[in-house]
């Protein structure tokens, strides 16, 4: 107790760090490093690898009316598997993402990375092939190769986030950081859309081919995705991750030369930073940054709601009237929404002043406003029932506000952290952040069951 009554009387800690002396020409370090070390190039591979990063995430989320086909003719899979796939994949990030924060000493972030995307072209691979090559196995034994695609792609994830948020910290530029938090925004649309149209490019009859005769179809899934659309769609994934690899293996190799003229102007680069940084305890991490962790550990914490009703909310109109109200376009219109505002908000930190990285209280306090929005979701048609506001616009436009306070907030939280840390604890602090998030995560999703059986 001592201790916790100690960390709420200390403000100093979080007073932002000062590390703009002057040299003796007259300029900041920091001015200096900021002038040679920006790079379009970069960014645009951060930007990239951002993608890379939460694509399997999202497109197991999108793929759900792809899965919900193969499990609808066993009731258990069918209402579980959802939280299954949140369950599954956060508590693996969690695991892997703490593992890995503690291993910090002669860490290798650029080989964890290379890593993590190797491991990536290989799920999406089998998952795509699957499609085809398992399409006739039973709901019980596609869920359990599911949940080890699930396992691999989760355990990927966690090395990366660790690998990249570690290694863009070391460059001690806030745009680096930013460029991968859109990458994810970006992330959590593509998938989206490819989802759609993959969908919309078989006609609705073409899907009974696929189906066992014998098999029972759910009414309120009367069109569903077929094997060769969820083939193209994992495949897509594939090629995700290859592009990412060989652009992340472009710029390993170009960036020493590049940063070799940041060397000769500066004597502690940005570099001997990264590579040199000390190992600082989680502790010591969580005394300087405990209200920005707490506000992302509560902000994705309450976003993993957001999965389970989409799965369950169903259009106001009859499916009849047009394809667009059918499950099979209108769930993964309504995670469209969702990422779009997603992104939206991750991209709008960009503009200057309005990030709240350096105001973490207020971002606190944000982020448990954010609760509003689950009796909200209470208002719309959950599985069919009926809706208290009869609109899908209402449903769309919450969803719209949903997603983009969550990139508004978590990119603010990301990109502050390394504002109230030394230059050598920055790596560490992008590791512990980045850990952090996937604990909030990893607790939303337990929550998650108590809402599919609500």
């Known amino acids: ?187 959590g649309v593509l998938p989206c859309i490819i989802q759609i149209f993959s969908v919309l490019a078989v006609p609705s009859n073409e899907d009974s081919v696929d189906r066992d005769p014998g098999q029972v179809q759910d009414p309120s899934m009367p069109h569903t995705t077929s094997s060769r659309s969820a083939f193209v769609y994992f495949i897509t994934s594939t090629g995700i991750s290859v592009i990412a690899l060989l652009a992340f293996l472009y710029l390993l190799r170009n960036q020493p030369q590049s940063r070799q003229k940041v060397a000769r102007a500066d004597d502690e680069s940005i570099n001997d930073e990264h590579e040199h940084s000390r190992t600082v305890s989680l502790w010591t991490l969580f005394t300087k940054l405990r209200f920005l962790a707490f506000a992302v550990f509560m902000c994705f914490l309450v976003s993993m709601v957001f999965p389970v009703y989409t799965a369950e909310i169903q259009s106001v109109n009859d499916p009849a009237s047009s394809r667009i109200y059918d499950p099979s376009v209108f769930v993964p219109l309504a995670f469209l929404l969702w990422n779009l505002g997603d992104l939206v908000g991750r991209m709008g930190v960009a503009i200057p002043g309005v990030s709240l990285g350096k105001y973490p209280q207020v971002a606190a306090i944000v982020a448990i406003a954010r609760v509003m929005f689950i009796p909200i979701y209470q208002l719309c048609n959950i599985n069919g029932k009926g809706a208290v506001v009869k609109s899908d616009i209402f449903y769309l436009t919450v969803q719209f506000l949903f997603g983009a306070t969550n990139g508004y907030l978590g990119t603010s939280c990301m990109m502050g952290a390394s504002h109230w840390v030394v230059a050598d604890e920055r790596p560490a602090a992008g590791g512990f952040m980045s850990m952090v998030l996937v604990g909030g995560l990893a607790a939303g999703s337990m929550l998650s069951f108590s809402v599919a059986s609500a």
């Open 1 to 187: 107790m001592d201790r916790i009554r100690s960390l709420m009387a200390r403000p100093a800690a979080y007073e932002p760090i000062n590390e703009f002396a002057d040299d003796t020409d007259g300029t900041t370090r920091a001015q200096r490093r900021d002038e040679s070390q920006f790079s379009r190039l970069e960014y645009g591979i951060f930007f990239l690898l951002g993608i890379s990063m939460l694509w399997a995430w999202n497109m197991f989320l999108a793929a759900t009316p792809y899965f919900y086909t193969r499990f609808q003719s066993d009731d258990w899979t069918r209402l579980h598997y959802q939280p299954s796939i949140l369950s599954v994949s956060t508590v693996t990030n969690l695991g892997i993402a703490y593992i890995l924060a503690k291993l910090q000493k002669n860490a290798s972030y650029p080989w964890r990375i290379t890593l993590s995307l190797l491991i990536n072209c290989a799920v999406f691979a089998v998952l795509a092939f699957s499609a085809i090559v398992f399409s006739d196995v039973s709901a019980r034994a596609y869920f359990g190769f599911l949940m080890v695609m699930v396992f691999g792609a989760s355990l990927a994830t966690g090395i990366n986030q660790n690998g990249v948020f570690a290694y863009v910290s070391g460059f001690g530029r806030d745009e680096y950081t930013q460029a991968i938090m859109s990458g994810q925004g970006v992330a």
